[in-house]
């Protein structure tokens, strides 16, 4: 378990150093308003007299100057987690079907896969060898909107009261759907395995030159596959900005139960990669999007999109698909309607 | 021989694949390179991907093994 300890610590250290950067900064920025000085501006101002063209790329610097620390350090950690978690670990907890099946799926499912590629086959892995239908949906649902760098990054660029909102309703969200799904409406299609996984623990003995090389080129892989996505992501809402108003934003995506509707059905049809919702979402907040919407999306925006759900109905009935696809929509509206109730507006910075 | 790469297409599949044709280069060896894409095929060996298989054995799955390692298997 030497490899586990020293990527435990390696994570642990790399937590703590953020949090003292995101504490020292948010100190700095209210020490300022308390003297009455104002904020530094953004270092590319987006004006009535920027030529629209410029936009994207401007919105695109400001982001970067907001957000590099807290990506930086989140491309480590999913590097880290993917190199020194053993991913057997988490699968072995998982072939009883108690109820606590479901938390492990939802709450250790991010320790699995940072990439949402591999997702699928996990998932058929758990319900097929394992736990069965209920936690290998937990899986599904959870994993991809609770992974570390995700919440790292939406505390960092939107606020660390949404991000534990989002650990919160996610988790709920994904252990209520599952257990409706699984353990009830299809209680006896995928009942798992009863021998539970044969699984062979890795050799856990540690070569830190060898383990080092392979963090490093595990988070430049995550880097080489994420970065362009988001980069795709902030040029839309950089169109976006060019293209609809203030006042239409508001009106779709304002606070109430049909917009918070709207956008839990965006985020179930839209392929959101992970990490890519953070900054789409700072983009529709800055035009005047309101918690409810926004939180309705951070649910159900990661963990289910056209492509998946298609991927997914390869491996298990398009029935079963169609059930939690709905579920989870009416998760997300509930879900956002209390996050709404609770937090009726955040300040951005 | 037969090698199959077991993974929907994403950035580390396509690193294994490379990695294999090094390892084949360097020891001098001819394998037929079958890529697996496909969701019910892929579930069906392994559970984490990338997966590789050889001669329908899973040498490696979940990870991108080393070129030093694959030409062990390849013998």
């Known amino acids: 378990m030497k490899k586990l300890r020293f990527g435990m610590l390696i994570i642990f250290l790399l937590l ?65 987690m993917e190199t020194f978690i053993p991913k057997q670990l988490i699968i072995k907890h998982l072939s009883s079907k108690s109820i606590k099946a479901y938390f492990i799926a939802a709450l250790g499912g991010p320790m699995l896969s940072v990439c949402s590629c591999s997702i699928i086959p996990i998932f058929a ?41 989002r650990i919160l309703l996610a988790v709920s969200a994904a252990v209520i759907v599952s257990f409706i799904v699984g353990g009830v409406i299809f209680r006896k299609s995928g009942a798992g395995s009863e021998e539970g996984f044969d699984i062979t623990m890795p050799d856990e003995n540690l070569q830190i030159k060898q383990a080092m090389k392979e963090w490093g080129i595990n988070t430049w892989l995550f880097v080489k596959k994420i970065i362009p996505l988001i980069l795709i992501g902030i040029i839309i809402v950089g169109v976006i900005k060019v293209v609809l108003t203030p006042e239409i934003i508001a009106q779709y995506l304002g606070q109430g139960l049909l917009q918070t509707m709207f956008a839990s059905a965006m985020g179930v049809i839209i ?79 | ?34 890529k697996i894409m496909d969701y019910r095929k892929i579930t069906e060996k392994v559970m984490f991907t990338p997966g590789l298989v050889i001669d329908g054995k899973v040498v490696s799955e979940g990870r991108i093994p080393s070129v030093e390692e694959i030409k062990k298997w390849l013998k």
């Open chain 1, 16 to 80: 703590a150093s953020l949090v003292v950067y995101e504490w020292n900064s948010a100190l700095t920025r209210s020490r300022m308003l308390e003297e009455g000085k104002p904020l530094p501006p953004d270092p590319f101002p987006v004006t009535a007299e920027t030529p629209w063209w410029l936009i994207p790329l401007y919105t695109l610097g400001n982001y970067i100057s907001k957000a590099w620390v807290c990506l930086t350090v989140a491309f480590l950690i999913a590097g880290a």
């Open chain 1, 125 to 165: 892995g758990i319900y097929r060898r394992g736990a069965g239908l209920g936690p290998a949906l937990a899986f599904l649902l959870a994993a991809p909107a609770i992974n570390p760098a995700a919440i790292l990054l939406t505390g960092s660029m939107i606020g660390w009261n949404v991000a534990l909102g």
């Open chain 1, 271 to 349: 392929y959101t990669p992970t990490l890519v919702e953070v900054p789409f979402v700072r983009g529709l907040l800055e035009m005047g999007m309101a918690t409810g919407p926004m939180l309705a999306f951070l649910l159900t925006g990661p963990a289910l999109s056209l492509p998946s759900v298609l991927g997914v109905s390869r491996v298990i009935s398009w029935k079963i698909v169609l059930s939690y696809a709905l579920l989870m929509f009416a998760m997300g509206v509930i879900g956002g309607m209390l996050f709404a109730y609770f937090v009726p507006s955040i300040n951005l910075v």
């Open chain 2, 1 to 34: 021989m037969k090698i199959e790469i077991l993974g929907p297409g994403c950035q580390n599949c396509k690193r294994l694949e490379e990695q294999v044709k090094k390892a084949l280069e360097e020891s001098g060896k001819k394998a037929k390179i079958e």
